[in-house]
């Protein structure tokens, strides 16, 4: 029998009793690493928090890049891979996530902004394993981008790994449906059939309630979410105390045991091979141009705009966009 994918709790704080409930609990959990930045009057990243060690007390916790939270809140990461592994190096995580570019349509827009922002993904993990290296530190858990299931596979064909890891991040997950031709199952049949059968899958912000789908699959490893911090949101606009969402989160994570656990409803996966994503070959050598390093992603769709034609690049209705430069955020 397939055991259950481990179930890890979203905590929003660095520290305090959230953390405290949470260690005695002895649950899994996951942080962001945007908590643990500190600003400044002007909103520039100023330090960085360090894990105490002593609270976190042995505590299973994982570490997350907040690729999302960067695009949507920051327009890029506005800490550095070195303010990164200085966190990272704070703390023995189980895991910690590479610096990923999230595709969701309301960050990436359109086909080329998601692919250079898949590029980008592939781009960052060999920076970031390679700083991680030159530090002594283990290599970043490996993310990989995409909206459609052929853009995931065009992502791991390019990721720069000899051996595949026994396990691998989904990003891009938080909103989608099950099914459908860019649903869950989608993706991950199509990763399944040109991964190595001992590489699984982290799913990023998973909805709970597909557990009774996707808690038993053979590749699903485990899941996250801060479901439980917005529920006692919505439940209590006011008065809420540290006590009553260290119990909505207790409670979240018994459900989602029990879901995962439990009796799963079937899925047939498709039989059917998906081909890496194509591109036109103009656009296909800038991105190669950023999976080997050579240029960032966001300068080389600025420069891809130019060399093949702003109108013939970008799709009818985005002639207006302006995608934010390496040097304006992007790391």
């Not at 660095?14 to 945007?34: H, T």
């Not at 439940?235 to 045991?257: A, C, I, K, S």
Request: proline residues 6%.
């Amino acid at each position: 029998m397939t055991t259950p994918a481990l179930i890890r709790a979203g905590v929003p704080l660095p520290g305090g009793r959230l953390v405290e409930i949470a260690r005695d609990a002895g649950l899994p959990v996951l942080f962001s690493a945007n908590a643990f930045m500190r600003r400044d009057p002007s909103g520039e990243i100023s330090s960085v928090r360090m894990a105490d060690r002593g609270l976190f007390g042995g505590l299973d916790a994982a570490l997350d890049s907040a690729g999302f939270v960067a695009a949507a809140r920051y327009l890029g990461y506005p800490w550095s891979i070195e303010q990164y592994l200085n966190l990272v190096d704070s703390y023995d995580w189980s895991w910690y996530a590479s610096m990923d570019h999230c595709v969701e349509p309301e960050i990436a827009g359109d086909k080329a902004g998601v692919m250079f922002r898949v590029a980008e993904t592939v781009r960052m993990f060999r920076e970031l394993r390679r700083a991680a290296a030159d530090r002594g530190l283990g290599a970043p858990m490996p993310v990989l981008q995409g909206w459609t299931p052929s853009q995931y596979v065009w992502c791991a064909d390019r990721m720069p790994l000899l051996e595949w890891p026994e396990l691998i991040g989904i990003g891009s997950m938080c909103r989608r449906n099950l099914h459908g031709e860019i649903g869950v199952f989608a993706v991950i049949d199509a990763l399944d059939k040109i991964l190595p059968p001992h590489t699984r899958f982290h799913l990023f912000g998973v909805k709970g309630k597909s557990l009774e789908h996707l808690g038993q699959h053979p590749r699903i490893a485990s899941i996250d979410s801060m479901g439980w911090d917005f529920a006692a949101r919505k439940d209590h606009p006011t008065g809420r105390n540290m006590e009553l969402r260290g119990q909505y989160m207790l409670n979240w994570v018994e459900r989602n045991r029990a879901a995962a656990a439990g009796a799963q409803v079937s899925h047939t996966p498709s039989l059917l091979p998906v081909k890496a994503e194509t591109v036109d070959e103009r656009t296909g050598a800038w991105l190669d141009l950023v999976t080997s390093n050579e240029i960032c992603g966001p300068d080389a769709r600025w420069h891809a705009m130019h060399d093949i034609g702003q109108h013939d690049f970008l799709e009818e209705g985005d002639e207006g966009e302006d995608e934010e430069r390496c040097g304006m955020g992007m790391a």
